[in-house]
């Protein structure tokens, strides 16, 4: 269906090649999975498929990609729309209508369909998408999980051949990304379809995949089964970290597979039980019945929870549950805000300018949004000056955060990952008693993650600091955090040690607690911990 | 109460109707009364979407040009006879433009006749951004004719960037206020623009592209989903707009 012959690209004012000398053959009805690290050319790769890039976005193209026998070099992105189907980023900057219908036929209208074809085709695109009740909503009051469904339908009207989607469930939470998953996992069964997806949560997508293409960031691209990929990989999901941990031969890519080959070894160990944390008795947050309404409705009911010195506080709960909501007001620049927050003996809404920056750091979930320097330089000496610490803290900081990031280079063309760590670093050179990120982890893959993961570890417990990290990645949450908070519709629904909220919801139970259970462990660290510990 | 659906040309009529009624009836009664009658159809009937929230600016520019009027008026002109109110110093101009004269006598007479010439003017204003929040750009452009949809498709996509952006100025603003940074004055703004400016090309690109890979523009014919009917109700408001206009 899709096949790339010595494909080579390079970007103009560019040195190094995105991808070099691929070949690469899709059937029909195949799940391909694209990874590699960030920046490493995985969006390319799927812009290629429709001839996006290089039509739209410039570069030297070698070689030939052709789909159903058609070559993108010969025709333009909108020729091929009936054919392939592509779902981008972010799909809320791809809409052009206001309502779930207009949006859906707004390709079909384009490419002069008849009216009872369109009719027969939105109402079969609703029904098999779920959307049906949606038909007639405006778009941007559907919550993340609905506007994917709406942005693969609108794809899937013109009822391409091949779909492409580019990080579909980044900004999901686990239950809406399992919906959006399940649905291409029966398109493919159904109806043959041939879909590519780019994704750095391999946790969520392992196990649907037939092929994975991975891109090592130099160039250069494998293509295998996923377990001929997943076996050597530097990127692997928790469950191949786990069967590598084991000593496994084999790797299994889904909970039910794992849970076979380790049954053995699992009805081998002893029931352990989890022990208490350490926690402080120092305070640093106290919300007191804090409430948020906008126009009438509200966001956050009446919420109050004291966070204490050292701790890595997840705030969890579905798109829409009030999670951003509450990090605003935490942080005390919400206007719709009852009740009061105090961090440090200060309400926070009070904070201003040195006080603010030494008191609550906040990473939103743009981090481009804090920076405004023309260079990585100018931003770190920014910093440096703004909180009056010597020259080069900053940068320092930055260092040890992303190793090798250059002075010269803009904010903007940093990986996601890098001008995470440069938004980190100005925020932590201040030194705050409380650090609040919003879904930092959106489009960071393992690497990053990990390195993420040990920075906010060693803040809290080396530094005496908070930390509230609001998220949907359920296996950073098992790796980092002390406590979870789990709010829905605006309350809190749970609060308490990681390990009792996790392991107490299915859907939000990270992968080696599925495999291990009934056993208490959430990583494959405790798992290992845990049977060292019994020889 | 109900919300009803309209043709989305309806309003325009209608407004287009009211509009030369008040033109023809000049009286700043009657076009009070006319933007009462506007005012109580939108805020019952408007959508909340970033149409219907415009009226609210209508409104808002059309007391400014009332005010902005009545004082150049009053300060700027010929002087009207009558009841003087209070008096402002005259500022002495060269002879070379007689017939002017700033400052001096307010009079009731000068000020009401501005107040009222205001009025119908701003009335207009408010009429026809009245059929401006009511009515959806989308649905609009769909009835209109195919040679001006280009032109439309341009439109909409302002109005779908617009309100984007004003939340991303929103957000962005916030992010720096939690860097600890002011978010007012001219460097503020360079710390503002520079983010927003970089958003909102990323954006428009995405929607090119997006729009591009739907197959727009492929195809020199579009197909129509839905037309859109003329119904029973329309007829009725804009017979009674054509009525109001005749009978004035």
Same mark, same amino acid.
């Given at each position: 269906m899709i096949k790339f012959s010595n494909v080579s690209l390079i970007y103009p004012n560019s040195t190094t090649t995105v991808i070099e000398d691929l070949n690469l053959d899709i059937a029909e009805g195949e799940l391909v999975l694209v990874i590699g690290p960030t920046g490493s050319g995985k969006s390319s790769l799927l /812009?290629?498929?429709?001839?996006?890039?290089?039509?739209?976005t410039g570069g030297i193209l070698a070689g030939d990609i052709s789909v159903d026998g058609i070559s993108t070099a010969t025709v333009k992105p909108g020729a091929l729309a009936h054919l392939i189907g592509i779902v981008g980023q972010n799909p809320a900057n791809g809409f052009v209508a206001d309502t779930v219908e207009e949006e859906l036929v707004f390709g079909m209208e384009a490419l002069n369909l008849s009216n009872d074809t369109m009719r027969k085709r939105v109402e079969e695109v609703l029904d098999l998408m779920s959307l049906s009740q949606l038909r007639s909503r405006a778009i941007a009051t559907l919550s993340g999980g609905e506007q994917q469904r709406v942005a693969i339908a609108s794809a899937l009207v013109a009822h391409p051949k091949v779909l492409v989607l580019d990080e579909p469930t980044s900004?999901?939470?686990?239950?809406?990304?399992?919906?959006?998953?399940?649905?291409?996992?029966?398109?493919?069964?159904?109806?043959?379809?041939?879909?590519?997806?780019?994704?750095?949560?391999?946790?969520?997508?392992i196990q649907f995949a037939d092929r994975i293409v991975h891109i090592?960031?130099?160039?250069?691209?494998?293509?295998?089964?996923?377990?001929?990929?997943?076996?050597?990989? +530097?990127?692997? #999901?928790?469950?191949?970290?786990?069967?590598?941990a084991l000593g496994l031969k084999e790797?299994?890519? &889904?909970?039910?597979?794992?849970?076979?080959?380790?049954?053995?070894?699992?009805?081998?160990l002893e029931l352990s039980t989890p022990k208490a944390a350490m926690t402080s008795t120092n305070s640093v947050v106290s919300i007191n019945d804090l409430s948020i309404s906008y126009n009438g409705k509200s966001a956050l009911n009446s919420i109050s929870a004291t966070i204490y010195e050292n701790e890595i506080v997840a705030i969890m709960g579905r798109n829409g549950a009030g999670k951003s909501s509450l990090l605003r007001a935490i942080a005390g620049v919400s206007e719709n805000s009852f009740g009061d927050v105090i961090v440090n003996g200060i309400n926070t809404q009070k904070l201003h300018s040195k006080s603010r920056?030494?008191?609550?750091?906040?990473? #939103?979930?743009?981090?481009?949004?804090?920076?405004?320097?023309? &260079?990585? $330089?100018?931003?770190?000496?920014?910093?440096?000056?703004?909180?009056?610490? &010597? #020259?080069?803290? $900053? !940068?320092?900081?930055l260092s040890q955060l992303v190793p090798g990031v250059s002075g010269n280079t803009h904010p903007r063309d940093l990986?996601?990952?890098? /001008?995470?760590?440069? *938004?980190?670093?100005?925020?932590?050179?201040?030194?705050?008693?409380?650090?609040?990120?919003?879904?930092?982890?959106?489009?960071?893959?393992?690497?990053?993650?990990?390195?993420?993961?040990?920075?906010?570890?060693?803040?809290?417990?080396? !530094?005496?600091?908070?930390?509230?990290? *609001?998220?949907?990645?359920?296996?950073?949450?098992?790796?980092?955090?002390?406590?979870?908070? !789990?709010?829905?519709?605006?309350?809190?629904?749970?609060?308490?040690?990681?390990?009792?909220?996790?392991? &107490?919801?299915?859907?939000?139970?990270?992968?080696?607690?599925?495999?291990? *259970? +009934?056993?208490?462990?959430?990583?494959?660290?405790?798992?290992?911990?845990?049977?060292?510990?019994?020889? | 109460m109900k919300k009803l659906t309209f043709h989305p040309l309806t309003w325009w009529i209608f407004s287009l109707a009211l509009a030369t009624a008040v033109a023809r009836v000049n009286s700043p009664w009657f076009a009070l009364l006319a933007v009462g009658v506007m005012s109580a159809i939108v805020f019952t009937q408007r959508e909340n979407a970033p149409w219907g929230r415009s009226f609210n600016w209508t409104l808002k520019l059309a007391l400014w040009i009332i005010t902005i009027r009545a004082v150049i008026g009053v300060l700027i002109g010929v002087p009207i006879p009558g009841t003087v109110l209070f008096r402002v110093p005259i500022l002495p101009l060269p002879h070379w433009v007689p017939g002017?004269?700033?400052?001096?006598?307010?009079?009731?007479?000068?000020?009401?006749?501005?107040?009222?010439?205001?009025? @119908?003017?701003?009335?207009?204003?408010v009429i026809f951004g009245a059929a401006a929040s009511l009515t959806s750009p989308h649905r609009l452009l769909r @009835?209109?004719?195919?040679?001006?949809?280009?032109?439309?498709?341009? @439109?909409?996509?302002?109005?779908? @960037?617009?309100?984007?952006?004003?939340?991303?100025?929103?957000?962005?603003?916030?992010?720096?206020?939690?860097?600890?940074?002011?978010?007012?004055?001219?460097?503020?703004?360079?710390?503002?623009?520079?983010?927003?400016?970089?958003?909102?090309?990323?954006?428009?690109?995405?929607?090119?592209?997006?729009?591009?890979?739907?197959?727009?523009?492929?195809?020199?014919?579009?197909?129509?989903?839905r037309p859109i009917k003329w119904a029973g109700l329309d007829v009725a408001v804009i017979t009674a707009g054509f009525l109001v206009a005749g009978l004035s």
């Open positions: /812009r290629l498929i429709n001839g996006l890039v290089p039509h739209h900004a999901l939470d686990p239950i809406a990304a399992e919906e959006v998953l399940s649905i291409l996992h029966r398109l493919v069964h159904d109806l043959s379809l041939t879909v590519v997806i780019a994704e750095h949560k391999l946790e969520r997508v090592n960031g130099a160039g250069n691209a494998v293509v295998g089964t996923p377990e001929e990929i997943l076996m050597n990989s +530097p990127i692997a #999901p928790p469950i191949v970290e786990l069967a590598r790797i299994g890519t &889904s909970v039910r597979e794992m849970r076979r080959m380790t049954s053995q070894l699992r009805g081998s920056r030494e008191n609550v750091g906040f990473i #939103p979930q743009e981090p481009s949004d804090l920076l405004y320097g023309q &260079s990585v $330089t100018n931003e770190c000496d920014q910093a440096d000056q703004d909180n009056q610490v &010597s #020259p080069g803290t $900053t !940068f320092s900081l990986s996601e990952g890098q /001008r995470l760590g440069l *938004a980190l670093s100005v925020v932590l050179s201040a030194n705050p008693r409380l650090l609040v990120l919003d879904e930092p982890t959106r489009g960071l893959d393992y690497q990053a993650k990990r390195v993420l993961t040990k920075m906010l570890i060693d803040f809290a417990r080396v !530094f005496n600091r908070s930390v509230i990290i *609001a998220t949907h990645d359920v296996e950073l949450v098992a790796e980092l955090a002390t406590r979870t908070i !789990f709010i829905a519709d605006g309350e809190i629904v749970a609060d308490g040690p990681t390990i009792d909220v996790l392991l &107490s919801s299915p859907a939000f139970a990270p992968q080696v607690s599925k495999i291990m *259970a +009934p056993q208490p462990w959430l990583t494959v660290a405790d798992v290992v911990r845990a049977i060292e510990g019994d020889k | 002017i004269r700033i400052g001096g006598a307010v009079t009731l007479e000068r000020l009401s006749s501005s107040v009222s010439e205001g009025t @119908v003017i701003c009335a207009m204003i @009835v209109l004719p195919i040679y001006l949809y280009e032109f439309g498709v341009s @439109v909409v996509i302002a109005t779908s @960037v617009l309100p984007q952006l004003v939340s991303s100025v929103s957000r962005i603003r916030m992010a720096q206020r939690l860097r600890g940074q002011k978010t007012r004055g001219l460097q503020a703004f360079k710390r503002i623009a520079i983010p927003l400016l970089e958003e909102s090309l990323a954006r428009s690109l995405d929607l090119a592209a997006a729009m591009d890979a739907r197959g727009y523009g492929i195809s020199k014919k579009r197909s129509r989903y």
